[in-house]
C-alpha cells in the first residue's frame, strides 16, 4: 500500500510559478513510476507528467510540454511538479499517482495509487 499527500496548490496569476509536492509514506517509493493528472470541472481527468521509479525518463502532456518538469527525490520519497508559465486553463485539481507494472505512463487507468489532490487555480 502507498499512501500519496499533495501540497503546493493555490490561486496564482497567469505568468506566475508554482511547485506541487507530493509525499508518499512506506518504505518502497523508488519501485514506482510517479505521475500527476489534473482535473478540471465538467473534465476527463489529463494526463500531466510520469518519471520512472529511477528518474530517468519523464514524459509530459501535449498541454504542458515545455512549461512543467517533473522530478522526484527517492531518499524523501517526494515527486515534484514544477509547472512555470502558468495559464488560466491550467486550472484543475491536480493529483498524484503510482504506479507499478504498466508501461504506459499517461493512461489514469494504468496507476494503483492516488492522492486527494491539491486545487490549482490561475487567474486571468
Known amino acids: 500500500q502507498v499512501q500519496l499527500v499533495e501540497s503546493g496548490g493555490g490561486l496564482v496569476q497567469a505568468g506566475d510559478s508554482l511547485r506541487l509536492s507530493c509525499v508518499a509514506s512506506?518504505?518502497?517509493?523508488?519501485?514506482?513510476?510517479m505521475g500527476w493528472f489534473r482535473q478540471a470541472p465538467g473534465k476527463e481527468r489529463e494526463f500531466v507528467a510520469a518519471i520512472t521509479r529511477r528518474g530517468g525518463g519523464t514524459y509530459y502532456g501535449d498541454s504542458v510540454k515545455g512549461r512543467c518538469t517533473i522530478s522526484r527525490d527517492n531518499a524523501k520519497n517526494t515527486v515534484y511538479l514544477q509547472m512555470n508559465s502558468l495559464k488560466t486553463e491550467d486550472t484543475a485539481v491536480y493529483y498524484c499517482?503510482?504506479?507499478?507494472?504498466?508501461?504506459?505512463?499517461?493512461?489514469?487507468?494504468?496507476?494503483?495509487?492516488w492522492g486527494q489532490g491539491t486545487q490549482v487555480t490561475v487567474s486571468s
Open positions: 512506506g518504505r518502497t517509493f523508488s519501485r514506482y513510476d
Open positions: 499517482a503510482a504506479k507499478s507494472n504498466s508501461n504506459y505512463y499517461n493512461l489514469a487507468k494504468e496507476y494503483d495509487y
